[in-house]
């Protein structure tokens, strides 16, 4: 018998919990993301996380540990090579990457590459630096609205970025940009995990934002994962956020785009309410893209507030054969030098209402333990040639 009938799987995108065994490797000695934000937060208003072991599995400063928390937390390692978004969430769902995905931060993109994007478009091309989105519209949105020119950047992730004006330049060329961008990174040499359209608004530097237009371009999973399996032995697959642009909509049943991860809280409190069988899968992207890659320790803490107050009211709507998954994709500390990922270690934390133990975990040694265990739990085989074992029977 299923034990749970809706399993909701919450990623707080990169709040990672130390360093992993292996950061060395990928010069990020030291780096603890959820600790360091601690540190900087004075106090640092947790509560429900806290409820959950948070502080139980991270000794943190400002926040106490709970004597019984609501179910059980644990930490996990990456079992694939890199440390950006598509690695993390792709594993989750049972795939193991042996290859990291192409990075172009510190040389920008071949010359080879943006000449054929420039013919192909017939835009000429500025920026190819690795940038913040708001760095970049600042120096060149300028001249982009004045001459036509297309600002292509890319950032510390596997990652294309083209912006383009919603009334100068307009949303369908820069999707049609986009797409030509996406068929010429599919060979192997240009391989970007994904080509992203920033549509922004805005007429001179100071008042330019980005808008919720976003387009993802990502690359297919290059195998099954557990959403596969779980839509097609008929179970809801429901992405908010970005989770249906990172598996490129397969295994995905229905999608809802965020405009940010309050909104994307508040879009799975909704979702909670709803009659559904299967998993809601959530990827909250402020955590990284607003503050861990801009190095602002206190705006992570405060987002990280706002989205405890949002748990508490997800918590009260859980029904006693709901589960919630909360967890992370990699880390990104926002004290640590540089503007990349960091690589870490990430949260494990679970609790149902019909929970009867609590309690820490072993520490476990892929992130795939999580499709495993909601494959597990709807009966559904992994797919073939996919990693990870099921920890359903642990969470009693």
Known sequence: MKKYRRIFTVVIDSLGIGAMPNAAQYDDE??????????HMDPFKIPNLARMGIANLHPLKHVERVEKPLGYYGELLEASVGKDTMTGHWEMMGLHITKPFKTFTDTGFPEELLEELSKRTGHKIVGNKSASGTQILDELAEHEIATGDMIVYTSAD???????????????????????????????EWKVGRVIARPYVGRKKGEFKR???????????????????????GYDVISVGKIRDIFDGEGITESHKSKSSV???????????????????????????????????????????????????????????DLLIITAD?????????????????????????????????????????????????????PEGTIGTSILEELE
Request: proline share 3%.
């Open 30 to 39: 030291g780096t603890d993301t959820l600790g360091h934000i601690d540190r």
């Open 158 to 188: 596997s990652v294309l970025q083209i912006c383009g004006n919603e009334e100068t330049f307009g949303l369908e060329e820069l999707y049609r940009c986009c797409e030509i961008a996406r068929e010429l990174t599919m060979r192997d």
């Open 211 to 233: 808008t919720s237009n976003r387009h993802d371009y990502a690359l297919k999973p290059y195998g099954r994962t557990a959403l596969d399996a779980l839509k097609e032995a």
């Open 263 to 321: 909104h994307g809280m508040d879009q799975t409190i909704e979702i909670a309410d709803k009659e559904f069988e299967g998993l809601c899968f959530v990827n909250l992207v402020d955590f990284d893209a607003l503050w861990g890659h801009r190095r602002n320790p206190v705006g992570y803490g405060q987002e990280l507030e706002r989205f405890d107050e949002k748990l508490g009211i997800l918590l009260e709507k859980l029904r006693e054969d």
């Open 330 to 382: 990699h880390g990104n500390d926002p004290t640590y030098k540089g503007t990349d990922h960091t690589k870490e270690k990430v949260p494990f934390l679970a609790w149902s209402p019909s929970m009867k133990g609590h309690g820490r975990l072993e520490a476990k040694d892929t992130f795939a333990i999580i499709g495993a265990t909601i494959a597990h739990n709807f009966q559904v085989d992994m």
